[in-house]
């Protein structure tokens, strides 16, 4: 009985992988099915729960994406049969449905034209001008990124029920409005441009740096993003922060590998091997980078976060970092796009340039910004210089706090570790 049960309980946890990767390609293939983003994820739901009731016993299958999106369409098909009497089209797309479904898409496949790709085209459904900045951004990293709405309120800094909320109404609005399922026309991108630019860029970060569970990366997050923020670039190619953004991803991309030990541990940037970082993820950062700045205009948040990423890059070793010139850049950043988090990253560099009595005078200055009041890295950098100001007992409890506030389990071990030593 007991290696059942155990059994059971590896299947439910290859689901629980397997939804995260799938996801949102299984949504955004049915929301391009059946053109309503609340069906679709409805749909998706039904299939992983057949799969929550058959894999168990029949196990995981060698294509499980393949598998799932068959469960949703045998779905779709019975839905819409179920409502053929209300609204003729139904019937004539639940034929149409089950005409394709000898035939499975290869969820893994390459799309080279852009127009096909139902991921790209659901970010920019998803961040539709009837919906809210807030929304759109919170609708995409659920439905794309797989992210729970604890794990996208954690992303910006609010409470749980606040995100919850958003998601509801804005699949409602885009339901109530008929919002079609297609991408922009040209002269329509620069206004849907920066919110999607943002939802991809909180995918990637989560990807990154996994704000929740049990792992510290989740690549799968962080290839999606990526991938999306090329096609992107390609798509509006005169808009320097398309490029931007991807050169940002690029540089950071390739740490990935030192960004874990073995036993999926962290590893701190200063402690990185950086022989190990990926230098061609470095080069296509640095070109995406020029071809921003041959674009010329002002220099972007997303292209100066992606020059402050080549700082590091460019140095072979912690101590060759120009932090000088990133304290410049992140003074440039946070007088374009002000923010506590930006202050936060700002005092870092000032610690490591300056001194960390400098840094810790701008860290002691956040401790009343609320936003930040359950920010783990808020104390965790704060605990970071006082180690270095010697002021070791403070330092400890500072660690001890970030580790109490973070939900992610590498994370909690590191800093518990760093509050030991």
Not at 160 to 186: D, G, H, N, S
Not at 194 to 199: G, I, Q, T
Not at 257 to 285: K, M, N, T
Request: charged share 25%; proline share 5%.
């Amino acid at each position: 009985m007991l290696s059942v049960a155990v059994a059971a309980t590896d299947t439910h946890r290859a689901i629980d992988a397997v939804w995260r990767i799938e996801s949102p390609r299984l949504i955004s293939g049915l929301a391009r099915m059946v053109r309503d983003i609340g069906i679709a994820e409805d749909l998706a739901q039904d299939a992983l729960a057949s799969a929550l009731e058959q894999w168990p016993k029949s196990g995981v299958p060698d294509n499980p994406g393949a598998w799932l999106m068959a469960a949703a369409k045998h779905r779709a098909i019975d839905l819409f049969r179920r409502n053929q009497v209300r609204e003729r089209k139904h019937e004539e797309l639940g034929y149409e449905l089950e005409a394709q479904e000898k035939t499975v898409p290869d969820l893994d496949a390459s799309i080279d034209d852009h127009v096909g790709d139902d991921l790209l085209r659901l970010v920019f459904i998803s961040c539709h001008p009837v919906l809210s900045t807030e929304a759109q951004v919170a609708l995409t990293l659920r439905l794309l990124g797989g992210l729970t709405t604890e794990e996208i309120a954690r992303a910006f800094l609010v409470p749980e029920p606040t995100i919850a909320q958003r998601i509801v109404r804005a699949k409602r609005t885009l339901a109530e409005k008929r919002v079609p399922f297609e991408l922009p026309r040209k002269a329509e991108l620069a206004e849907r441009l920066a919110p999607v630019l943002a939802v991809i860029y909180l995918v990637f970060n989560e990807g990154y740096s996994a704000t929740a569970g049990d792992d510290w990366l989740r690549p799968a997050l962080c290839e999606d993003a990526l991938r999306l923020g090329r096609i992107l670039a390609e798509l509006v190619p005169r808009e320097p922060e398309a490029h931007g953004l991807a050169a940002l991803m690029e540089i950071q991309a390739s740490r990935s590998r030192s960004r874990v030990s073995r036993a999926g541990d962290p590893i701190l940037l200063f402690d990185q091997d950086r022989s190990r970082w990926d230098q061609l993820l470095i080069r296509r950062g640095l070109a995406a980078l020029d071809r921003a700045a041959k674009l010329g205009g002002a220099i972007g948040p997303y292209a100066l976060q992606g020059e402050i990423a080549a700082c590091h890059a460019r140095a072979r070793v912690p101590a060759e970092t120009d932090w000088q010139r990133i304290v410049t850049l992140y003074g440039e950043l946070a007088a374009l796009a002000p923010s506590p988090v930006i202050e936060l990253n700002r005092a870092v560099a000032v610690g490591m340039a300056f001194g960390p009595a400098a840094g810790l005078e701008i860290i002691d200055a956040l401790a009343s910004e609320p936003s930040l009041a359950t920010y783990h890295l808020l104390p965790s950098v704060r605990g970071d210089l006082l180690a270095k100001l010697g002021r070791v007992d403070e330092a400890r409890a500072e660690f001890k706090r970030a580790a109490s506030l973070t939900r992610n389990a590498r994370e909690r071990k590191l800093l518990l570790e760093r509050a030991r030593t």
